[in-house]
Structure formats: structure tokens, C-alpha cells
């Protein structure tokens, strides 16, 4: 495969003082499916962040297929362009990635500033329209889409730009169960094609579907554990202690019991 990201002792804080992550090793290979797991504040976001040239660390170091991923390299405009063509990154929150007046203008804009062929341009926003099934969203606002209609959108508009590397935070949160498969299909068929995925996602359901490998973060922003997704995602104990467990609540003969609910049934082969 070779190695693709590879991050050393990675240290990144807020203000200075509010600790996100605290000395963070990791390799990533080509082709590889990765899953980020974690609870809320453990640091996934801002790994996600960091693997996209969003913000930059602290103290470590990232680089990207032996090029060092930093400020001073992305501000040279060769370094910029390549990168940029290679890594796609769709963010939790849609809205983030729309903001041009029709969704099909939103879709295209990302390849129009690179400068790609227009007809390259038409050709795969044909082929996006079709694969997420969208064609009756292309002329509408995306401020007047649901929920799962501007994930799929944003998802097209990363995926149009034919990245070698899907990077997705949380890209099932807050969707219905129909559209959550729809985009793990679209995951597992893009590595298929060849991309290195990397996800961060709370979804125990799918998680064995779009990672072979996960890293656990913990509370204390540091890698807890990171192996086969078998291995970890059998593990109900160590999952517990991680807040990845989701806790059912019902009610019995006027008494609310819980009980962890794990998803184990999915895991074990």
C-alpha cells in the first residue's frame, strides 16, 4: 500500500491552554479504511482537522506521503494545489461546505477553482447526480434541504473533486436509516475505487462496514487502543470504559431499566 499520513507525537491545544490532543502517533496507509472513535471532546475532530490542513499542530510533526504537512508548505501554491486535489474532507456540519445560491453551483465550485476542464466538470457531476440520486436537488437552495440532502451534497461536492482521500466527521449523525446506507455504500464503494478512507463516527453500526482499522481515543485526548476493527468492536468491556456503548432505556411493570446495547451481533464473525 505505502504510507500516506504519518504523524509523530502530535500536540494541539485551544487558546493555548485547553488540551485537544496530547502526543498522538499514527501511520495511515494507502487504500486503508480508518475508523476514529471516541466520546465527545476526546480530540476526534480536531485529528480530522489536522489530517485536512485545517489547523496545524503545536508540537509533532504530520506529513503527507514524506512531505510535511504544515503551515509554511501549504502556503506554497504548488504544494496547496496538489494537496487539495488529493484530500477531501466532509465536515459534520453540512452547512459548512454550502454556501453558493443553488446546490449544483456548491457541487461544482470546488473543481471550477482548481481550474478543471469544464467538460471533466459536467462529466463527473453527471456521474454524482446519478450515484447519489440528486437530480431534483441540483436547482434548489441548499439552505432549503433536510438534513440528509446536504450531507449527500457535500459529500458531492468533496467527492467531485476525485480526491485520493475521503476524510468524513460523523457523515451518518442525525440521519434517518435509509440515507445512513446510502452513504455507507458511497464510502465502501469509494475505497473499492481505490481512496483511503478515514471516518470518525459515534455509529457502532457501522463502523466493521468502513474501517478494517480503528483508533480509540480517550478522554485524556491521547489513543487508547488501535487495531482490527474485529478485535476492538468485540470488546464490550473496553468499550464501556470508553463511552461506546449506547444505553438503552424501557420501562417494565411501572420500574425504567437499562442495559448497554453494543451492536456485538454486527462484529462477530
Do not use: W
Not at 453551483?105 to 473543481?111: A, K, L, S, T, V
Not at 446536504?150 to 459529500?155: L, P, Q
Not at 424501557?250 to 437499562?258: A, F, N, V
Amino acid at each position: 500500500m505505502g504510507k500516506l499520513f504519518e504523524l509523530k507525537n502530535i500536540h494541539y491545544s485551544y487558546l493555548g491552554k485547553f488540551p485537544a490532543l496530547c502526543g498522538i502517533d499514527m501511520n495511515i496507509e494507502k487504500g486503508s479504511k480508518i475508523g476514529i472513535l471516541g466520546a465527545n471532546g476526546s480530540g476526534k475532530s480536531t485529528l480530522l482537522q489536522l489530517l485536512d490542513g485545517l489547523i496545524f499542530s503545536h508540537q509533532g510533526n504530520i506529513k503527507f506521503l514524506d512531505k510535511d504537512l504544515s503551515e509554511r508548505a501549504l502556503g506554497e501554491e504548488e504544494f496547496m494545489r496538489f494537496f487539495r486535489s488529493k484530500v477531501g474532507f466532509v465536515f459534520q456540519n453540512p452547512e459548512v461546505q454550502l454556501f453558493c445560491p443553488t446546490v449544483e453551483e456548491d457541487i461544482i465550485f470546488g473543481p471550477l477553482q482548481l481550474g478543471i476542464d469544464k467538460a471533466e466538470i459536467k462529466k463527473r457531476l453527471a456521474n454524482l447526480v446519478d450515484l447519489l440520486n440528486i437530480s431534483n436537488l441540483l436547482e434548489r437552495p441548499p439552505f432549503r434541504l433536510s438534513i440528509g440532502e446536504k450531507r449527500k451534497v457535500a459529500i458531492a461536492s468533496t467527492l467531485i473533486m476525485s480526491p485520493d482521500v475521503l476524510i468524513l466527521d460523523e457523515p451518518t449523525a442525525g440521519l434517518d436509516p435509509l440515507t445512513s446506507r446510502q452513504i455507507v455504500d458511497i464510502i465502501i464503494q469509494a475505497n473499492l475505487e481505490g481512496k483511503t478512507i478515514i471516518t470518525a463516527t459515534h455509529d457502532l453500526h457501522i463502523v466493521d462496514e468502513i474501517a478494517d482499522e480503528i483508533f480509540v481515543f480517550s478522554n485524556e485526548k491521547r489513543i487508547a487502543r488501535s487495531g482490527a476493527s474485529g478485535e476492538i468492536l468485540s470488546d464490550g468491556e473496553f468499550l464501556k470504559k470508553h463511552n461506546l456503548v449506547h444505553i438503552h432505556y424501557h420501562k417494565h411493570k411501572d420500574k425504567i431499566h437499562t442495559h448497554p446495547h453494543e451492536h456485538l451481533e454486527h462484529h462477530v464473525e
